[in-house]
Nanobody
Framework: QVQLVESGGGLVQTGGSLRLSCAAS????????MGWYRQAPGKQRELVAL??????????PSVKGRFTISRDNRDNAKNTLYLQMNNLKPEDTAVYYC?????????????WGQGTQVTVSS
């Protein structure tokens, strides 16, 4: 199993910055990729940023150039995923979820954190 715990959300004004963190523990050697998703009220959950094991990244077009995903995997017992968010806009307001895709004794499956609220005021 993989356990994910997020932190770092909050309220910020338009143009401000926040950094989200996600501490991953458990079967981290089985993690194939990690990412950040978000879900705004009345909308579907969407992928914001993804980082794969080789370090490659992918971003939602609306956040490209403003958000940066990174992963610290120097600790064999715990990995930390980050999302640096700059120049935040009201449309970035959502609950942000940390995600890991891992194959733990079976097929790839999603693991999710509990979510952290990001609110951008205009």
């Amino acid at each position: 199993q993989v356990q994910l715990v997020e932190s770092g959300g909050g309220l910020v004004q338009t143009g401000g910055s926040l950094r989200l963190s996600c501490a991953a523990s458990g079967s981290i050697s089985d993690i194939n990729s990690m990412g950040w998703y978000r879900q705004a009220p009345g909308k579907q959950r969407e992928l914001v940023a993804l980082i794969i094991s080789g370090g490659g990244t992918n971003y939602l077009p609306s956040v490209k150039g403003r958000f940066t995903i990174s992963r610290d995997n120097r600790d064999n017992a715990k990995n930390t995923l980050y999302l640096q968010m700059n120049n935040l806009k009201p449309e970035d307001t959502a609950v942000y979820y940390c995600n890991a895709m891992a194959s733990v004794n079976g097929p790839l499956q999603h693991y999710w954190g509990q979510g952290t609220q990001v609110t951008v005021s205009s």
